[in-house]
Nanobody
Framework: QVQLVESGGGLVQAGDSLRLSCAVS????????MGWFRQAPGKEREFVAA????????SYADSVKGRFTISRDNAKNTVYLQMNSLKPEDTALYYC??????????????????WGQGTQVTVSS
């Protein structure tokens, strides 16, 4: 059973930074594409960023490009999302997810196999 546990969310002001972490219990973590998604109240869950198993490939939503950075430490089975210059519109429940079937970067939410419970990020203006 693969488990994902997010942490690092909180309440911050616009312009501040946060780093989210997602710890994954799996012996094959380094083979997973890992993604971050978010869901704001009343909206659908949307793609934020993804990183390939080896870390060499990444992809970002246009809304976060240049402000957010996804990274991973395969020795620690952990993926991170560094969020800088936060805006009120970044407020959402942030989820990490794992995709085990593709050797690359996956942005399609429907392709992901395992999900965490989410961590709340709230940005005040």
């Amino acid at each position: 059973q693969v488990q994902l546990v997010e942490s690092g969310g909180g309440l911050v002001q616009a312009g501040d930074s946060l780093r989210l972490s997602c710890a994954v219990s799996s012996r094959t973590f380094s083979t997973y594409c890992m993604g971050w998604f978010r869901q704001a109240p009343g909206k659908e869950r949307e793609f934020v960023a993804a990183i390939s198993g080896g870390g060499g490939g990444t992809s970002y939503a246009d809304s976060v490009k240049g402000r957010f950075t996804i990274s991973r430490d395969n020795a620690k089975n952990t993926v991170y999302l560094q969020m800088n210059s936060l805006k009120p519109e970044d407020t959402a429940l942030y989820y990490c997810a794992a995709e085990e079937n593709t050797n690359g970067v996956v942005v399609d939410i429907r392709s992901y196999d395992y999900w965490g419970q989410g961590t709340q990020v709230t940005v005040s203006s």
